[in-house]
């Protein structure tokens, strides 16, 4: 979540939901987070510099086959240079989705690994 207006550390914070609920906390960091394309975009030209492979192979081998995605999986291009989106625009189907939740949950293990 984007936090347009600049909060001091202990200030409270009401931020209200879609459905209308607010939910109210502390606000306990004095950094802002501020979303940015070009910071996944440059990471995935570091993945590909440094495996020397393409980040959707790289994704494959590494991400794809580990949490035995039932479906293939779909990375769109920049029509220009070929290069992988990274900040954006990967198509997955539902369960597959669920399956890198699972990996996250459990800290980068799938079945014991």
């Known amino acids: ?19 209308g609920e607010e939910v109210i906390g502390k606000y306990e960091s004095d950094e802002k987070f501020n979303y940015s394309s070009y910071d996944y975009q440059l990471l995935g030209l570091v993945i ?20 035995d995605a039932n479906s293939p999986a779909y990375w ?13 625009c990967f198509k997955a189907t539902l ?6 939740a699972l990996l996250v949950l459990n800290k980068g293990e799938v079945k014991g690994h």
């Open 48 to 67: 590909e510099r440094a495996s020397n492979m393409k980040l959707s192979e790289f994704a494959s081998k590494y991400l794809w086959r580990k949490i």
């Open 1 to 19: 979540m984007l936090l347009s207006v600049p909060y001091r550390p202990g200030d409270i914070v009401t931020i209200k939901l879609s459905t």
């Open 76 to 88: 769109l291009m920049d029509s220009v240079h070929r290069n992988t989106r990274a900040y954006c």
């Open 95 to 100: 369960g597959d989705y669920f399956r890198i």
